[in-house]
Structures are given as C-alpha cells and as structure tokens.
C-alpha cells in the first residue's frame, strides 16, 4: 500500500557506533553495529531468547521465516516484496517468507518452511533453526478470527539465490547494520489516512513497516547494546 514518510525524531535505537558521523544527509550509511562482525552476537539473541506464545485457539494461524547470512563478514537479513494484488491487505510491502498455515502443516513450523520453498524457491531443510521470536497479533482478522504469526529465524550461511514465485515482485538481503541505524528511521503515513507508523527506510528506498518491522525491532533490541 502507498504511503509516505517523514523522519522519525525519536530514533528507537540510539546504541549505533557511526564511522563518519559528519555524512551529509541523504548518503549512504556508514554505521557498523558494536558486534562488529560475524553473527555470534546475533545467534545467541535468538537462541537464548524465550519466546512468549499467543494461544492458537480461535485464531487464524501464519508464520514466516527470518533468514539470517553474512557477506563479506557482514550480517544480513532477507526480505521479499510482495507481488501487487487488488484487495490483498499486503500487496507490495516489504516482508518476509511467509503465510498462513494449511490444514495439511503439521505445524506452523512447516508453514514457514513450506511458504519459504513456494515463494521464493528456498528450501530451508538444509538450513539451522536458531529460534523463533514472539508471536505477534496484526488487527488483520481472517474469516473473522484474529491472525497470530510466529516467525521463525534460520541462520544461512551462504546467501542462496531465490526464485521469485507469482506472489513476490522482488527480494534482497539487507545489512542488518543498516537496519539498526537511526538515520534510517522514520514515519510511515497511510494514503487517505491519518495513521502514522514506524519504519525504516531501505538501501533501495523501500520501507519497511508493519509486523515485518516489528519482528526486525524485537531481533535488533536483543543484540544492540543499551
């Protein structure tokens, strides 16, 4: 859905070490995380984390996989963009792999392994299952109950290649460095709305906002020092 964006001037993570502080506005970060490389710090977030589970009864189910890797010594983080489709509440966002859970998954697990392979031709069985981070509710209800995702995080340690299927326009890996900067973070406006919501802004200008920002604020809060 379009929007529009403002900066955000209350930075929700302030504890980002920049190596050029006086960049002009506008050029490209060139802020690195305190964890200074490789992904240990991350991997222990995840893996020590205790994720609080919302109750499946009565709700509709849907779970999606964060794909952690590392190039040139750097962690990323995978999304897709969501193929645009008339009446689809996520047409065009930036997400994650991902969907609800069919009656024939064992579990919301094969859900997000399932929905990953379909999406953009990865198949995560090869891949290490760090974690799972909570659950979080969206205001979205689906056939009149309300929607519960789980997502899942894998650790990838080469950065595979993905097929875009019919229900993604696009996916990349991202610097999760660049996530964690405040310099990216702004305000999403709706169009033909008042509501204003958090965001980041991408290397390639998209944003990122919604459940996908906040599943990607609950992983940078565990790893970024206070």
Request: hydrophobic share 30%.
């Given at each position: 859905m379009a929007g529009s964006t403002i900066l955000h001037k209350s930075p929700i993570i302030p504890c980002v070490t920049c190596r050029n502080r006086d960049r002009k506005p506008g050029s490209p970060s060139n802020s690195r995380l305190h964890f200074a490389v490789p992904s240990n710090p991350i991997r222990s977030a995840v893996q020590s984390h205790d994720p609080v589970h919302i109750p499946p009864q009565g709700c509709h189910q849907a779970a999606v996989a964060m794909l952690l890797g590392e190039l040139d010594r750097c962690p990323q983080m995978f999304f897709i963009q969501r193929a645009l489709h008339e009446g689809d509440p996520w047409s065009g966002q930036i997400a994650f792999p991902g969907g609800s859970r069919?009656?024939?998954?064992?579990?919301?697990?094969?859900?997000?392994?399932?929905?990953?392979?379909?999406?953009?031709?990865?198949?995560l069985d090869g891949y290490r299952l760090l974690g799972q981070l909570d659950d979080q509710k969206s205001h979205i209800r689906i056939n009149s109950k309300p929607l519960v995702i789980n997502c899942f995080v894998f650790e990838v340690p080469e950065l595979p290649s993905a097929v875009n299927g019919d229900e993604v326009n696009d996916s990349f890996w991202t610097r999760i460095d660049h996530?964690?900067?405040?310099?990216?973070?702004?305000?999403?406006?709706?169009?033909?709305?008042?509501?204003?919501?958090?965001?980041?802004?991408?290397?390639?200008?998209q944003v990122l906002w919604g459940l996908t920002y906040r599943f990607v604020q609950m992983l940078i809060g565990r790893v970024v020092p206070h």
């Open positions: 069919d009656t024939a998954d064992p579990d919301t697990l094969h859900t997000a392994r399932r929905e990953t392979l379909e999406e953009v031709g990865i198949s996530l964690a900067d405040p310099a990216n973070r702004m305000d999403h406006r709706i169009d033909r709305s008042d509501l204003h919501y958090p965001a980041i802004r991408l290397e390639g200008g």
